[in-house]
């Protein structure tokens, strides 16, 4: 099979990067630690709380939640995910963390039939995969979902340190599986970042991806709008997720980090 190429839908894609690629990731489990403990600390989470987690991935986040006690949701639109993470709950023992396939766009649909959410998280810049007007319906469903005063929280990508980034274009990872190539091209006329992926492995065969990633990248200003919009308020920004906590700014700007208050 040497040098043949292969098209895979997202769903192949989401577990070969959310899963077989993360766990490679040096240092990964303790930043997902640094990251929960900063969620749980400014969202002031408590024992017996209700979560959930859009974008849940790999479910190492929503996994971390629920052993503190907290009862978790992740939802995510990728079957081979969810079933990974419901496969992991299960081994755990972790009745108060289950998973569920579904589409942002349809939040509230995919939740039916929960009870109203004490926060909402979308973590690892899960947000801002479509239109101005879509991503505005995903925030509208967050807010239909969170009880009154719930919080949501959006680990967002700081939109200057992000353009820089994008500057290079190519990018190229050896990995013990394979080598991962990712192409990108940040338009400054919208603010949309286009990516698109491919991954040889070590049999010398190329997995293509039948689409692209599109993310829209918000200023905070933006973001402000479109979460007031929404029924939401914004209460406070952070750029970066280390204790004690750093509003975002000038001098601290390595992430976006929003939180919002249904009131």
Same mark, same amino acid.
């Given at each position: 099979?040497?040098?043949?190429?292969v098209v895979h839908d997202w769903d192949w894609w989401a577990y070969q990067f959310r899963v077989v690629h993360r766990e490679g990731i040096s240092g990964i489990e303790v930043r997902?630690?640094?990251?929960?403990?900063?969620?749980?600390?400014?969202?002031?989470?408590?024992?017996?709380?209700?979560?959930?987690?859009?974008?849940?991935?790999?479910?190492?986040?929503?996994?971390?939640?629920?052993?503190?006690?907290?009862?978790?949701?992740?939802?995510?639109?990728?079957?081979?995910?969810?079933?990974?993470?419901?496969?992991?709950?299960?081994?755990?023992?972790?009745?108060?963390?289950?998973?569920?396939?579904?589409?942002? +766009?349809?939040?509230?649909?995919?939740?039916?039939?929960? =009870?109203?959410? *004490? !926060?909402?998280?979308?973590?690892? @810049?899960?947000? /801002?995969?479509?239109?101005?007007?879509?991503?505005?319906?995903?925030?509208?469903?967050?807010?239909?979902?969170?009880?009154?005063?719930?919080?949501?929280?959006?680990?967002?990508?700081?939109?200057?340190?992000?353009?820089?980034?994008?500057?290079?274009?190519?990018?190229?990872?050896?990995?013990?599986?394979?080598?991962?190539?990712?192409?990108?091209?940040?338009?400054?006329?919208?603010?949309?970042?286009?990516?698109?992926?491919?991954?040889?492995?070590?049999?010398?065969?190329?997995?293509?991806?039948?689409?692209?990633?599109?993310? +829209?990248?918000?200023?905070?200003?933006?973001?402000?709008? =479109?979460?007031? *919009? !929404?029924?939401?308020?914004?209460? @406070?920004?952070? /750029?970066?997720?280390?204790?004690?906590?750093?509003?975002?700014?000038?001098?601290?700007?390595?992430?976006?980090?929003?939180?919002?208050?249904?009131?």
């Open positions: 099979m040497g040098g043949s190429e997902d630690d640094h990251l929960i403990a900063f969620v749980v600390n400014v969202l002031d989470l408590r024992r017996g709380g209700r979560v959930l987690d859009v974008g849940c991935g790999s479910g190492e986040h929503a996994l971390r939640l629920a052993r503190r006690g907290l009862e978790v949701v992740g939802l995510d639109v990728a079957p081979t995910l969810v079933r990974h993470c419901s496969a992991k709950a299960e081994a755990e023992g972790l009745r108060i963390a289950t998973f569920v396939e579904g589409d942002m +766009r349809e939040l509230a649909r995919a939740v039916a039939g929960e =009870a109203a959410f *004490d !926060a909402v998280v979308m973590l690892s @810049a899960s947000f /801002g995969f479509f239109d101005d007007e879509t991503n505005l319906q995903v925030l509208e469903a967050i807010s239909l979902v969170l009880r009154p005063g719930g919080r949501v929280l959006l680990q967002l990508m700081d939109p200057l340190t992000f353009a820089e980034r994008q500057r290079q274009g190519v990018f190229h990872e050896e990995r013990p599986e394979g080598t991962y190539w990712t192409e990108t091209r940040f338009d400054p006329a919208t603010f949309v970042s286009h990516s698109t992926f491919r991954f040889t492995d070590v049999n010398g065969v190329t997995h293509l991806w039948d689409d692209h990633e599109r993310v +829209r990248v918000y200023t905070l200003p933006e973001l402000r709008r =479109a979460v007031g *919009d !929404a029924g939401l308020k914004v209460t @406070a920004a952070y /750029g970066d997720v280390a204790l004690p906590s750093r509003p975002y700014g000038p001098n601290c700007s390595r992430h976006m980090i929003v939180v919002g208050e249904r009131p």
